[in-house]
C-alpha cells in the first residue's frame, strides 16, 4: 500500500512539473520564427488545473495600423461555436424544454424530412440537411446580412443530401437550426441565452456573438498571405449564428473548456452525451487524440480565422490556439505546443530564403487544366511570391522548393512546373494531375 501510494504520488507531482517546466523559452521562439517570416499570426493558451502555463500572441490583429497581438486580442473562432451551442441545447433538455429525440417538425415543418430528424441528430451531423457552406454560390452572399426567413429558405431550397441517420456528414445548417430552436423555447436571442448560461456564470468577459470587426475593441481582423499579408472580407455574422459567430480570446476558451468540464455548465450526463461518438462525430465536440492521450474539443474556420480548443480530461490540460493568418499548417503549431508540455520532441521550422527574383517566375504564369480536372488553377506574382488560384477559391501563396518546384504547406499541395512543356503537375495526397497551359 505504501509503495503504491508513493507511486501516485510521484505521478501528481511529474504532472504537475509538466505543467510548470517545460521549455517555455524554445516555444516562444517557434511562434517568433513563424511571424518573423509571416507564416502566421495568432495566440495560444495552454492552462493546467485553470492555471494558464503558457500563453502567447504573436504576429499582428492589424497589419496595416500595425496593432501588435496580446493575450487580449480576440478573434472569430468559427465552428468552436457549435460546443457553446451544443451546451445550451443540452441546458434545455435539462430543463424539459425539448428532448434529444425529439423531431424537428415542430420548429421546422417545411424542411426536408422534418418528420425524420430529431435534434440530437442535427447535433452530431445525422440530419442530411445540405450545409450552407457547401452551396456554389455562398462566397457570392455571405459578407450580405441574412434576415431569419432570407437563410432559412435557403437551408429549405438546399434540401437533403442523405436520408437522416443514414450516415454523418458535417453540415452548418443544423447549427443555425438549432440556435432558432433555443431561441424560439426560451423566447430569447442567442447573444442573451450564451450570457445568461455561459458567458456570465464563468464571467467569460470577453465572449460574445461578433459583428464587424471592431479593432477598438481588441478584436483582429483576419489575413491571407499572397506575397503579403492581405485582409480578408468579413463574414456576416448573421449568417453563422449557433454554427460559427462566436468572438474570444485564447484564455477565455479554456475557460469555458474547462468550465464545462468541470460541471458549471451542465450536468455530467449531458457532457457524456456531448462526447458520446458515432462515426466519429460527437454533439457539438470530437475526439481529439495527440499520442496516446485523449482530448475532446472542436476545430473552427470563417474568412482566414482558424482555432482549435480542446481539453485532456485525464491531464486536466485545457489547450486553445486562435489564428488570424497563416501560411503554414496551424495543425502543426498545435502538435507544437502539445509537444513541449508533454515532453515530445519538435524541431524550430527553418525557411529557405526565397532567392528568385520576379522575372524568374513568368515562365509559370498563366491558366492551367485538364480534362480530367475539376478545376482550373491560375498562376499570378506579387513581387517574387508565385500566387495559385483555383476556380472560385481564394488566392495561395506558393513557397519556392527547389527549381520547378513550389508547395502550399497548409493544404499539402505540391506544383511542379515543366515551363518547356507548358505543364504542371499538381500533387496532392495520393493523386498527381498534369495541367496544360492554356
Do not use: C
Not at 431569419?148 to 445548417?173: Q, T, V
Not at 490540460?317 to 502538435?335: E, H, K, T
Request: aromatic content about 12%.
Amino acid at each position: 500500500m505504501a509503495k503504491l501510494l508513493s507511486t501516485i504520488i510521484a505521478l501528481l507531482l511529474f504532472q504537475s512539473l509538466l505543467a510548470q517546466n517545460f521549455d517555455k523559452a524554445k516555444l516562444d521562439q517557434y511562434f517568433q520564427t513563424l511571424a518573423d517570416n509571416q507564416k502566421m499570426m495568432g495566440s495560444v493558451t495552454l492552462s493546467h488545473e485553470g492555471k494558464v502555463v503558457y500563453q502567447k500572441a504573436f504576429g499582428f490583429a492589424d497589419v496595416a495600423a500595425n496593432v501588435p497581438a496580446t493575450s487580449a486580442t480576440k478573434y472569430r473562432v468559427g465552428s468552436i461555436t457549435k460546443m457553446f451551442t451544443s451546451a445550451l441545447i443540452m441546458k434545455a433538455t435539462e430543463e424539459g424544454k425539448i428532448s434529444l429525440d425529439q423531431k424537428i417538425d415542430k420548429f421546422f415543418p417545411e424542411i426536408e424530412n422534418a418528420s425524420n430528424i430529431s435534434i440530437s441528430h442535427l447535433l452530431n451531423h445525422r440530419s442530411g440537411i445540405q450545409s450552407i457552406t457547401s452551396r456554389p454560390d455562398y462566397l457570392t452572399w455571405n459578407t450580405q446580412n441574412k434576415s431569419r426567413k432570407g437563410l432559412y429558405d435557403i437551408i429549405k431550397e438546399g434540401g437533403s443530401d442523405f436520408e437522416p441517420d443514414s450516415k454523418a456528414d458535417y453540415s452548418n445548417s443544423n447549427y443555425v437550426l438549432l440556435t432558432w430552436i433555443l431561441e424560439d423555447i426560451y423566447r430569447q436571442p442567442y447573444p442573451d441565452l450564451l450570457k445568461k448560461h455561459i458567458t456570465g456564470p464563468l464571467q467569460l468577459d470577453d465572449t460574445y456573438v461578433g459583428q464587424r470587426t471592431a479593432i477598438a475593441s481588441q478584436e483582429s481582423y483576419s489575413y491571407k498571405f499572397v506575397g503579403k499579408w492581405e485582409k480578408e472580407t468579413e463574414t456576416d455574422m448573421s449568417i453563422p449564428l449557433g454554427a460559427g459567430a462566436i468572438v474570444s480570446t485564447t484564455e477565455d476558451l479554456t475557460k469555458f473548456i474547462e468550465g464545462l468540464f468541470a460541471g458549471e455548465i451542465i450536468s455530467s450526463t449531458s457532457l457524456a452525451l456531448m462526447m458520446e461518438l458515432k462515426d466519429n462525430f460527437g454533439r457539438g465536440m470530437f475526439a481529439i487524440p495527440f499520442y496516446d492521450k485523449m482530448s475532446f474539443g472542436h476545430t473552427g474556420g470563417i474568412d482566414e480565422f482558424k482555432s482549435m480548443l480542446s481539453y485532456f480530461p485525464e491531464q486536466k490540460l485545457a489547450f486553445a490556439m486562435a489564428v488570424n493568418g497563416s501560411s503554414y499548417d496551424p495543425n502543426q503549431a498545435a502538435i507544437a505546443v502539445l509537444s513541449a508540455y508533454f515532453g515530445k520532441e519538435y524541431a524550430i521550422p527553418t525557411f529557405s530564403a526565397n532567392t528568385l527574383k520576379s522575372e524568374d517566375l513568368d515562365p509559370y504564369l498563366g491558366v492551367y487544366g485538364s480534362p480530367s480536372f475539376p478545376l482550373e488553377v491560375t498562376i499570378t506574382k506579387e513581387n517574387t511570391t508565385l500566387i495559385g488560384q483555383a476556380t472560385g477559391q481564394p488566392k495561395f501563396s506558393l513557397e519556392y522548393k527547389e527549381e520547378n518546384v513550389f508547395i502550399f504547406t497548409p493544404a499539402g499541395l505540391t506544383l511542379e512546373f515543366n515551363p518547356e512543356s507548358n505543364e504542371m503537375t499538381l500533387k496532392q495526397g495520393a493523386g498527381n494531375f498534369v495541367l496544360t497551359k492554356k
